[in-house]
């Protein structure tokens, strides 16, 4: 039974996936804090720090991918004072014209509390070489 707190950043995390998958900028946006300290890892790609590199990053995939579908599986949610984190098996497929491909990202997303609530201050995915056997099957897409 999740808590009250991990309730909520578990819906901020759906949020950023929902955003993701709709190449909606203005979502993506605001899940994220607009502070100069956010970070952001994208698998292949080098540091990201700072509100208009990690937002460029966004435009980029948007604009250069046609669609993306992400079903998440072991999402574990942690919650430390005003400060949260999810990690989790992203299984991504994506689609550029007639391309298909296929992939497993291990993925950490640390959120914030501010008062409008959970704000995104750093996502770090990596490739996983070699998918893992699942332990726990509950998906959030």
């Known amino acids: 039974m999740m808590s009250k707190e991990e309730s909520e950043v578990y819906k901020a995390n759906e949020n ?34 700072g509100w208009e590199p990690v937002m460029t990053s966004w435009r980029r995939i948007f604009e250069n991918t046609d669609e993306m579908r ?16 999810v990690t989790l098996y992203e299984n991504l497929t994506n689609r550029l014209g007639m391309e298909v491909s296929a992939a497993v990202v291990l993925t950490t997303n640390i959120f914030e509390r501010h008062p409008v609530g959970w704000l995104l201050i750093h996502h770090h995915g990596s490739p996983v070489a070699q998918p893992p056997t699942p332990i726990d099957p509950s998906t959030v897409h």
């Open 70 to 85: 992400f079903l998440l599986t072991e999402v574990r949610v942690e919650v430390r004072d005003s400060l949260a984190w």
């Open 16 to 49: 950023f996936y929902e955003a993701f998958e709709s190449f909606d900028m203005a979502k993506m946006e605001k899940i994220w804090h607009k502070a100069d300290y956010i970070q952001c890892f994208h698998p292949g790609w080098g540091m990201l720090r």
